[in-house]
């Protein structure tokens, strides 16, 4: 089946240290991928999406993601990131009329 | 402006008891429907999408059901809750099937 997966659920660093989140699809044919943020208390909301062309995609608040076919992967990452970026990122993989979403990574930056 | 409407907010319910839960979209036609469960440490769960009238598909064996009696219109349901039903739910449209994806407020229900 169509699926996502994250991995390191918990993710603990220091302000100003850089990000790199992993996400694997399956996903057979075309994709459409999504990196999806939820801040404490808040609703999810989007980071950034790659439907096709280049395959490095920038996103809000400084985030980007590649997409490489040949790994599967949609890594997401951010260069220096602040207190203001502890959240539940979630990746999520689009086709054939569904949407999957990862387990999500627990990312909290400590001050 | 597209908008989801999903309600209620909070819901406690008795073991053995009926749920519905509905989510309305506006601003919008055709949408696919989704219906989430999250979880701490699971992420979310697709439970059913619908791409028309009627097209249910489910995903994941379960106690739930879902309806699309309306275009815009998604209802999840159950005729008798299990403690396990406990949980956040979540509604979401998209324009395209497999497409960002716009979520609801959602769901926190309690069965006891």
């Known amino acids: 089946a169509q699926s996502v997966s994250q991995h390191n659920h918990h993710v603990i660093l220091s302000e100003a240290a850089s990000l790199e989140l992993g996400c694997n699809y399956s996903y057979g044919g075309t994709v459409n991928l999504f990196w999806y943020v939820q801040y404490p208390g808040q609703h999810l909301q989007l980071l950034l999406k790659y439907f096709s062309g280049d395959p490095l995609v920038k996103g809000i608040k400084g985030f980007e993601a590649e997409f490489i076919k040949s790994k599967f992967s949609f890594n997401l990452r951010k260069p220096s990131v602040q207190w203001s970026d502890t959240a539940e990122y979630f990746c999520a993989g689009g086709g054939n009329n569904r949407l999957a979403f990862g387990k999500g990574n627990q990312v909290v930056v400590i001050p | 402006s597209q908008t989801i409407h999903q309600w209620p907010a909070t819901l406690v319910q008795p073991v053995g008891s009926p749920l519905s839960l509905e989510c309305t979209v506006e601003g919008t036609s055709n949408p696919n429907l989704y219906w989430y469960r999250q979880a701490a440490g699971r992420g979310l769960q697709l439970l059913f999408y619908?791409?028309?009238?009627?097209?249910i598909s489910s995903e994941v064996p379960q106690n739930l059901s879902a309806s699309r009696p309306q275009d815009r219109q998604f209802i999840l349901s159950s005729k008798k809750l299990l403690l396990s039903d406990s949980g956040f739910y979540l509604c979401?449209?998209?324009?395209?099937?497999?497409?960002?994806?716009?979520f609801g407020q959602g769901t926190r229900l309690t069965v006891v």
């Open positions: 619908s791409v028309g009238i009627g097209q």
């Open positions: 979401a449209w998209s324009l395209l099937g497999g497409g960002q994806a716009f």
